[in-house]
């Protein structure tokens, strides 16, 4: 089992860098879809089936296949590839990267000066997740359930393309907003 | 009866209120009847509380009404409270009884101004405020009415706005009386600092407890109330504004120039006398304030051509006089002659406003002349107040309070020779210039033709003030004529009385009521001839150089405006022009200049590009991370 | 059944999540900018399952649960965003829409 | 030892039934096609041409492996396998009978429909890395229609779910003994049904493959194997829809004893078949968003309230 989760740990590190690495956005799409089925089968092995069904189905399922989805509608080709990789210059990413480097080793750092401590790896019973998400958490579920009427809401206001009123040829160049 | 105290202070507010917000609409005659109403039945209300008091004085001689509470907080507390005692009822019977002849007078003077209700609404705010000064329990609401009164002062100086000069007087009038104003203010803070509260009562009560004789703080705390009085009051080193608020309208110079509001620090020191016997060299100080106040404003006075100037150099004198007996310790003495002047010096003023009635308001004695029969009430009147104000003995009521003072003077417990003698060498010349002013005006040739003839509003005012001006001296006699005291045993359960030793150097006391007596009636003949029979001798004593330099020299009121401007105003001005830029304000500017670069440093960063915002982020957590591993 | 220690889910928690980071930091498309804060919101979530398994408490799952709701109404809205801005500059470079107008 | 090889035999036993069945489907497709629209369908080779399977695999392995030159290589050859695995992972939760089931874990429901969803990738990459705008169009309305139909999916099983208190399909079909879930959860089932042939983009909700209107939809481009591979993924996932509803609704395994339990699962499961079969033969095809608003206008509203209905009626009687 511990095997299996470092397997899985090391192809959802490497996929992840891959995914911030790619060209291409089907690609990088791709290797995220692997990234988050590591990730849930993490999640599988420390004892939250529960959350690891949630990461494939809500994560890999629909948010991700959201993206994809925007890809295909905003149908970029090969020259989004070439301008994407024009823009993965070695001199723009080395020092984000140094950065995040010390960041993480200092973050490693602080986690590693306190005591190591083993997960149980019980399992967690969806059932305990309901019961708190609707007694002690049950103001956090309402909120989301606002955040999400409102993401709905505007999502559909910001995406909806405004009517245009006079005919195509009429209409002056550049008016379309 | 005690109770509708409230009403007093309250009739006026509520008549500037009603005229200043419908004034327009009312026209002249409703405006007339709620502006000389509501004093009218507030000085009804007075009349009948003081009768109430002389039958049965309330409890502790004083009654308080507590009206509300204005401020509180932590320990400053502060009511909206009325205190009436001897001191403060004698002060209200003379602002409504006073205020409401004058207001009756002004219905006719003021018939042809187009601005009628606003000056009645200004004279009706003047006299609400005045109530609260002297009624008020309290020191800050007494100064709400101190600055009331001012305020008041200033809007009616400059009533006729449209005349630069008169708002150039104005503003004088406001900006000396501020500069005493700011004292006094001071000097709250110090009294409130020392007791903790600015209730009067409370602070005589503690003064004597907390402060030995002779105290700095009690020293530093009454000078400082002296300079709010001495600017209210017009009392050297401030009196420069006095003159000048000659401008305003006559009876607004009787009722708050002459009657009223500038005796307001003669009841502020006579209200706060407990802590003035705690500083005698304050007492000191303010008796020297008064005697050269009343020998300065007295010597201005002779050359003076300006009727109402005239009256307004007496003024100052007079209230001369008053400091000099508060500072001798002689309080009764001192409110005495406030009421008798504020009777006579009203009765002058509109005798006067009368006379500039009928001159086409020409104001210069000396183009007039020969009034006396052409206008024999105002003439009589105005002779009846002249008396009063020179103090022609027996027959006149200023005989009898300015008698009391210049004996005090010598005798009273801070008095000595040199300020009697300066008493009266001012009562000798007091005589002089008024009647100057009543021989020039009234006798002679007459050069205007009189273009208006008083009606019984004006008539009315001046005959009753004549009377209390001739015959209100005869509550209080001196030792030496029967020694009746009633107004000083009334004033008794409010200011402490004189010592009775003042009174057992009789053939001392003698002497003293003679000479007066003889100087004022020399100094009237000695007018007599100079300005009547022999006009020669003046003209040409003046066409000397000297003569001409020393009549410019009182003209200009002792030079103190020409000391003051060189003193003051052009280092004033020259500190102002030099300081155009404002090098204060430099620093001021720095600050939103700098804030400013910076706000230009911070757009900068704001480049839309949101790749830089998160490298700041991550700048900014390696930075926070790092002190945390660190530490 | 396991030795997986809570440090060593934490630390794979961070490195996922600074790989996150370090992609919205060097991406100028906004998609791949998405993409990338969606990594770091699931890297948080992992940390929470992770701190939920060690006190063997539901609460990190619900924590998670939570994250997931603001994940999908943020890729809603990003999208929508992103759209628009596809539309109005014809590029997805973030750096296109760095001027404000109105 | 013997536990592992008995789950090995499973697990083998299980992909090669599997794969049959959906070999088989081809043919028993056709052949009722044929019979409902009253023509003869596959009948030449071997006996009623049930040889007619083998000859279809032969052309498709031997047809040559062509890739379009403009479409993205390796996502192009990565598509289609998602939907196979996709496929066949659900299968791991299948009971067929008592103890022969891959892995009955106690989140089976949710695996399932995680895996139902990952399916949805095989239209949307096989459609964007053809570089076709039939393509395109097609997974654009496969992808709109995968995932707005799994959200009702999901909640249609929720009444499920909270009638057997357990998200195991071991338990939810022992659950049933005393009454199939789908007399109370009439409403779940038809949803799910719905959702089901829409999930599998079958007919008559199969918009991202409509022949006459796209041509071939997100499957375009592809020919030999891999066309293979969609095609047996669309079978795959009818036999695990219908295997599904079984499970849920017709209590599994459960049945007269008089027949095996695998047996009745089997017979169930084959009666959903021909259901999906029937609708294809007999239904026409919606417009793309009289699809969508049927989803989002009446099933997610109706799922909703059969789940609130449930959940409440489950509280006042069992709480």
């Given at each position: ?15 992840t860098?891959?995914v ?10 791709l290797?995220m879809?692997?990234?988050?089925l590591?990730?849930a ?37 090969e020259?989004?590839?070439k ?6 210059s ?10 995040s480097l010390i ?18 790896g019980?399992?967690?019973?969806p059932k ?8 002690t958490?049950?103001?956090g579920?309402?909120?989301?359930a606002i955040?999400?009427?409102?993401g709905?809401?505007g999502a ?9 009123v ?11 907003e | ?5 409230w009403?007093?202070?309250?009739l006026?507010f509520?008549g500037?209120?009603?005229l200043?917000?419908f ?6 005659t ?5 502006g ?6 507030a ?8 009768i109430?008091?002389?039958s ?12 509300w509470?204005?401020i509180?907080?932590?320990r ?5 409270a009325?205190?009436l005692?001897a001191?403060s009822l004698?002060?209200?019977?003379v ?19 187009e601005?009628?209700?606003r ?16 009624l008020?329990?309290?020191?800050l ?10 305020l008041?002062s200033y ?16 503003r004088k009038a406001f900006?000396v009386t ?7 203010a ?5 009294l409130?600092?020392s ?14 407890q907390?402060w ?8 530093i705390a009454?000078l400082?109330l ?9 009392q ?42 705690l500083?005698?060299?304050?007492m000191?100080?303010?008796?020297i304030v ?10 201005a006075g ?5 009727i109402?100037?005239?009256l307004a150099?007496s ?19 001192a409110i005495?002659?406030?009421?008798i ?5 009203a009765l ?5 406003g009368?006379?500039?009635l009928a001159?086409h308001?020409e ?5 007039m ?9 105002t ?6 107040g ?5 103090a022609?003995?027996?027959v006149?009521a200023?005989f009898?309070s300015?008698d ?9 417990e801070?008095?000595n020779?040199?300020?009697w ?9 007091t ?8 021989f020039?005006t009234?006798?002679g040739?007459q050069?205007?033709d009189v273009?208006?003839?008083?009606k ?7 005959i009753?003030l004549a009377?209390?001006?001739l ?5 209080e006699?001196?030792?030496t004529?029967?020694?009746f ?5 009334f ?11 003042a009174h057992?150097n009789?053939?001392?006391e ?5 000479l ?11 007018a007599?001839?100079l300005?009547l ?5 003046v ?6 150089s ?8 009182f ?6 405006d020409w000391?003051?401007?060189r ?5 004033y ?8 830029r404002d ?9 939103p200049?700098?804030s ?13 590009k949101?790749?830089?915002y998160?490298?700041g ?5 390696v930075?926070?991370i790092?002190?945390?591993v660190?530490? | ?10 630390v794979?928690?961070s490195?996922?999540?600074f ?6 930091m ?5 998609l791949?900018m998405?993409?990338?804060?969606e990594i770091?919101?699931n ?5 929470f399952?992770?701190?939920?398994a060690?006190y063997?408490?539901?609460d ?8 997931l709701t603001m994940?999908?109404a ?9 759209i ?9 470079d ?8 109105g | 030892m013997?536990e592992?090889l008995?789950y090995l ?10 794969l049959?069945?959906?070999a088989?489907l081809i043919w028993?497709?056709?052949r009722?096609l044929a ?24 052309k498709?392995?031997f047809?040559?492996?062509?890739i ?10 990565f598509?289609?396998t998602?939907i196979?695995?996709?496929v ?9 009978a008592?103890?022969?089931v891959?892995?009955?874990m ?8 995680a895996?139902s969803?990952?399916?949805?990738y095989s ?5 964007i ?13 496969g ?12 909640i ?7 009638l ?9 079909v ?6 199939w ?12 049904f719905m959702a089901?042939?829409a ?10 493959e409509?022949e006459?209107?796209?041509?071939a939809?997100?499957?375009s ?15 795959l ?5 219908s ?8 209590g ?8 095996p ?16 079969i029937l609708?294809r033969?007999?239904l ?7 699809l969508?608003?049927l989803?989002?206008?009446?099933l997610?509203?109706l ?12 509280l006042?009687?069992?709480?």
């Open positions: 089992m511990t095997i299996l989760f470092y397997i899985a740990a090391i192809i959802a590190i490497i996929s860098i891959m911030i690495t790619r060209a291409n956005v089907i690609h990088a799409l290797y879809v692997v990234s988050l590591a990730t089968v993490m999640f599988f092995l420390i004892g939250a089936p529960f959350i690891a069904a949630l990461e494939i189905m809500i994560y890999a399922g629909a948010i991700t296949v959201l993206f994809v989805f925007v890809v295909m509608m905003l149908n970029l080709g020259e989004a590839v301008q994407e990789k024009q823009w993965l070695f001199s723009g990413w080395i020092f984000p990267a140094f950065l960041l993480l080793l200092e973050v490693i750092f602080i986690i590693s000066s306190s005591g190591s401590v083993p997960v149980s019980k399992v967690i019973d305990l997740v309901g019961q708190s998400l609707f007694t958490y049950l103001i579920v309402e909120l989301s955040l999400l009427l409102a709905i809401v559909y206001h910001l995406a909806r393309r405004k009517k245009k006079v005919h195509r040829f009429l209409e002056l160049e550049g008016a379309e | 009866m005690y109770d509708f105290l009403l007093v202070p309250t006026p509520l500037f209120l009603i200043a917000l004034g327009k609409k009312l026209g002249k409703l405006s007339a009847f709620v000389v109403g509501s004093i009218g039945i000085a009804l209300i007075t009349i009948l509380i003081g109430r008091f002389l049965s004085p309330p409890e502790g001689d004083a009654f308080v009404q507590t009206l509470t204005w509180a907080v932590d400053f507390n502060v009511n909206i009325l205190h005692d001191l004698v002060f209200t019977f602002i409504t009884f006073v205020g409401f002849w004058i207001h009756l007078y002004s219905v006719e003077y003021m018939a042809d101004d601005s009628f209700s000056f009645f609404a200004y004279m009706n705010l003047f006299v609400g405020a005045m109530l609260l000064l002297v008020g329990d309290n020191l609401l007494l100064y709400l009415g101190w600055e009331g009164v001012g008041c809007l009616l100086i400059g009533f006729w706005y449209k005349d630069s000069a008169n708002g150039y007087a104005a900006i501020r500069v005493g104003d700011a004292a006094m001071i000097g709250l803070f110090l409130f600092y007791f903790g509260t600015l209730n009067i009562e409370q602070i005589l009560t503690q003064a004597p907390t030995s004789v002779g105290n700095n703080l009690a020293v009454t400082l002296l300079g709010g009085a001495v600017g209210k009051s017009a050297l080193p401030l009196q420069v504004w006095l003159p000048d608020a000659m401008a305003g309208p006559t009876p607004t110079s009787a009722l708050i120039h002459a009657a009223t509001m500038v005796t307001a620090g003669v009841y502020l020191i006579a209200r706060m006398h407990g802590i003035y016997e500083a005698p060299v304050s000191l100080v303010v008796a008064g005697a050269a106040t009343l020998l300065v404003a007295g010597f002779i050359t003076q051509v300006d109402k100037r005239v150099y003024t100052i004198s007079q209230i001369g006089y008053m400091f000099l007996a508060l500072g001798v310790g002689a309080w009764s003495a005495f002659h406030f009421m002047h504020a009777f006579f010096k002058l003023f509109l005798g006067a009368a006379i500039i001159q308001h104001q210069n004695m000396f183009k002349g020969g009034l006396a029969k052409a206008l024999p009430v003439f009589w009147t105005f002779l009846i002249s008396g009063s104000l020179a022609l003995p027996l006149t200023g009898y300015k009391a003072i210049i004996w005090f003077a010598w005798s009273g801070g008095g020779i040199y300020l003698a300066a008493a009266v060498f001012g009562a000798f010349i005589a002089f210039y008024t009647f100057r002013m009543v020039v009234f006798f040739q050069k205007i273009s208006h003839f008083p019984w509003t004006i008539h009315v005012p001046l009753v009377f209390f001006a015959f209100g001296g005869f509550i006699l001196p030792g004529m029967g020694h005291t009633l107004f000083s045993d004033m008794k359960s409010a200011l402490p009385a004189i010592e009775e030793t057992e009789v053939s001392l003698y002497f003293s009521q003679i007066t007596a003889v100087l004022a009636l020399v100094s009237i003949y000695l007599y001839v300005y029979k022999k006009q020669q001798i003209t040409n004593f003046t066409d000397t000297f003569g001409k330099g020393l009549q410019q020299f003209l200009s009121g002792l030079g103190f000391l003051y401007e003193l003051f105003i052009r280092p001005v020259w500190i102002a022009r030099t300081n155009k090098f204060i304000d430099l620093f001021y500017v720095f600050l200049w700098m400013r670069q910076f706000h230009y440093a911070f757009s900068y960063t704001q480049s839309g949101v790749r830089r998160i490298l982020i991550a700048l900014g957590a930075v926070s790092t002190i945390v660190i530490l | 059944m396991s030795s997986i220690s809570l440090n060593t889910g934490l794979i928690a490195i996922l999540f790989l996150g980071f370090l992609g919205v060097i991406r100028r498309n906004i791949f998405l993409i990338s804060v770091m919101l890297a948080a979530g992992l940390a399952i992770f701190a939920g060690r063997n408490a539901p990190g799952q619900v924590m998670f649960i939570f994250i994940a999908a943020e890729v809603a809205v990003g999208l929508a965003l992103l628009q801005v596809y539309q109005k500059f014809k590029t997805l973030s750096d296109a829409a760095s001027n404000m107008r | 013997s592992t008995y035999l499973i697990i083998v036993g299980v992909l090669v039934v599997m049959s069945i959906a088989l028993y497709e056709r009722m019979l409902w629209q009253d023509r003869y369908g596959p009948n030449r080779v071997g006996p009623f041409g049930l040889m007619q399977v083998m000859a279809d695999m032969v498709i392995f047809k040559e492996d062509w379009a030159p403009f479409a993205d290589k390796w996502v192009f050859i598509a289609p998602i196979v695995v996709a066949l992972l659900g299968f791991a939760v299948v009971p067929f008592p103890g022969i891959v892995a009955d106690n989140i089976g429901l949710l695996f399932f429909l895996m969803s990952l399916g949805a239209i949307l990459l096989g459609g890395s053809s570089n076709n705008k039939y393509s395109l169009l097609g997974s654009l309305r992808a709109a229609q995968v995932i707005s139909y799994e959200v009702f999916m999901g249609s099983l929720m009444g499920v779910v909270i057997s208190d357990s998200f195991s399909l071991v338990k939810i022992e659950a049933q003994k005393n009454m879930f789908v007399i109370p959860q009439f409403i779940g089932f038809v949803i799910f089901g042939v999930e599998t983009h079958r007919a008559p909700f199969d918009l991202p409509a006459s209107e796209l041509v939809g997100f499957h481009e592809y020919s030999g194997m891999k066309f293979g591979m969609f095609f047996v993924g669309e079978y996932g009818i036999t695990l829809i295997a599904m509803i079984a499970t849920f609704f017709f599994g395994w459960l049945g007269p004893s008089f027949l339990p695998i047996v009745w699962f089997f017979i169930k499961t084959f009666a959903f078949i021909t259901l999906f609708l033969a007999s026409p095809r919606p417009r793309y968003d009289q969508m608003s989803g989002w206008k009446i997610l509203p799922s909703l309230l059969n789940l609130l209905a449930t959940a409440a009626i489950k006042a009687i069992g709480g």
